[in-house]
């Protein structure tokens, strides 16, 4: 899972909790269903270096994301999750590697 797995997967996702370099975020059953979805869900964690730990609860049914906050800006990884937009969604996804990669 990296960053645009997330901008696929966000309309089953939620913030629960958020601080700069951690979020919590909640998915919902409907990822279940979704074939393509589920697929994605369960590919191999890629993310960047910047991203310090992830930790997948299927119980809670939540994903914890630790992160450099000095390198991944909080309000951007809010707003990938939280846009209903894809061409916004899309330029974040670019905006994030763009600041992670050069």
Same mark, same amino acid.
């Given at each position: 899972?990296?960053?645009?797995?997330i901008?696929?997967?966000?309309?089953?996702?939620s913030?629960?909790?958020?601080?700069?370099?951690?979020?919590?975020?909640?998915?919902?059953?409907?990822?279940?269903?979704d074939? @393509?979805? +589920?697929?994605?869900?369960?590919?191999?964690?890629?993310m960047?270096?910047?991203?310090? /730990?992830?930790?997948?609860?299927l #119980?809670s049914?939540?994903?914890?994301?630790?992160?450099?906050?000095?390198?991944?800006?909080?309000?951007?990884? @809010?707003? +990938?999750?939280?846009?209903?937009d894809?061409d916004r969604?899309?330029?974040?996804v670019? /905006?994030l590697?763009?600041?992670? #990669?050069?």
């Amino acid at each position: 899972m990296d960053f645009s797995t997330i901008a696929k997967l966000r309309k089953y996702l939620s913030i629960k909790h958020s601080l700069p370099g951690r979020i919590r975020i909640k998915f919902s059953l409907g990822i279940m269903k979704d074939k @393509e979805a +589920l697929a994605l869900a369960q590919s191999p964690p890629e993310m960047p270096d910047a991203v310090t /730990e992830t930790n997948l609860n299927l #119980f809670s049914r939540t994903l914890l994301i630790e992160y450099d906050a000095e390198q991944v800006p909080p309000h951007l990884l @809010e707003e +990938l999750i939280t846009t209903d937009d894809d061409d916004r969604a899309a330029a974040i996804v670019k /905006e994030l590697h763009e600041i992670l #990669f050069g």
